[in-house]
């Protein structure tokens, strides 16, 4: 058996035996093996209108204060659904014209800023290879970085055609991961996001969103919603008692890092999806509405607005709408 072909049928056993907790880490240290590389990321965006939100990241043998360290540093970068980049990042930028295929970034030779040089050689990044998915899985796109140190090993063109190769599984993986254990996950307890001191998010798991957009049903990211920052910034223990979740927020290397848990008696049994669907179909959008908002099918939202119906036991928005404490009255389908 060759060796990407050994690698590929790696990847699928490791998805289908591990955790998700760990699921990222022993996916990447498997990859090391043939790919070498001193740190890596991966991270998915969620989209929301017009944007593109990280909804995840996994950060391997990098600090997380990286996250807040770039934005300082880069300002403002916004990944629009029709896949143009604003960004002083020429990687970043080169690898969503070109999804669906990996890109090599010799730092030195594209980057002539002084400030993104040196935040570069802060984190020891002297080569980047990324790639990002060309298609939506779960609503998401997946971002994949791996990062060397030094500048006489660069990424050459057997690790592009690797990564080319072996990604696109390595992500339909992580999708059978999630898959295997979505029971368990939109049960838990406890679901993080980090953002920024003023409130821009640098990531939310998808049920931490779909659990603000039950609490605050017109929210939308990137923004963290006034009310919330408000009352962190109005209480020494920063935190929020709402309907529907109770957050708690400490601040870490200029990093805000919120934990949201679900407040007894409003769990319902929907999945993160259901729920960021149900909201959307509550506030009276039309089939064609919500899919267009989640980057979905038609379809696809029809299905899992039966799902949603059928435990939440409501026949029509109006139903749904109480059920979810929205308020409004809408004709019923």
């Not at 992580?174 to 368990?184: D, E």
């Amino acid at each position: 058996m060759d060796t990407h072909s050994r690698l590929i049928l790696d990847i699928y056993d490791i998805a289908q035996e591990t955790a998700p907790t760990t699921c990222n880490e022993e996916l990447l240290r498997r990859f090391k093996h043939d790919l070498a590389f001193e740190s890596a990321m991966i991270g998915d965006v969620g989209v929301f209108g017009d944007r593109l939100v990280p909804t995840g990241i996994y950060l391997n043998n990098t600090p997380t204060e990286r996250i807040s360290d770039r934005q300082r540093t880069l300002g403002e970068e916004i990944i629009l659904v029709n896949g143009s980049v604003q960004s002083r990042d020429p990687a970043l930028s080169a690898t969503f014209r070109n999804r669906g295929r990996s890109v090599a970034t010799d730092i030195a030779q594209a980057i002539d800023d002084p400030k993104v040089l040196a935040y570069c050689r802060r984190y020891e990044t002297a080569h980047s290879l990324t790639y990002v998915s060309d298609r939506l899985l779960g609503g998401r796109l997946t971002a994949i970085s791996f990062w060397r140190t030094q500048r006489r090993q660069a990424f050459r063109g057997t690790a592009e055609r690797l990564a080319n190769l072996v990604l696109p599984h390595l992500i339909q993986a992580r999708q059978i991961n999630t898959r295997l254990h979505s029971a368990r996950l939109h049960m838990q307890t406890t679901v993080t996001l980090l953002s920024s001191r003023e409130g821009r998010l640098y990531y939310a798991a998808d049920e931490a969103i779909a659990l603000m957009q039950e609490e605050w049903p017109e929210w939308s990211p990137p923004f963290l919603p006034g009310p919330l920052m408000a009352a962190f910034r109005s209480r020494s223990t920063m935190d929020y008692a709402g309907q529907r979740v109770y957050m708690r927020a400490k601040v870490e290397h200029a990093v805000l890092t919120v934990s949201l848990t679900r407040q007894t008696g409003s769990s319902n049994g929907l999945t993160a999806a259901e729920r960021r669907c149900a909201v959307l179909a509550a506030q009276g959008l039309q089939y064609k509405e919500i899919a267009n908002r989640l980057l979905v099918s038609p379809s696809t939202v029809r299905n899992q607005l039966s799902s949603v119906y059928r435990k939440l036991n409501v026949r029509n928005k109006t139903g749904l709408a109480h059920v979810l404490d929205l308020g409004g009255h809408f004709t019923p389908e």
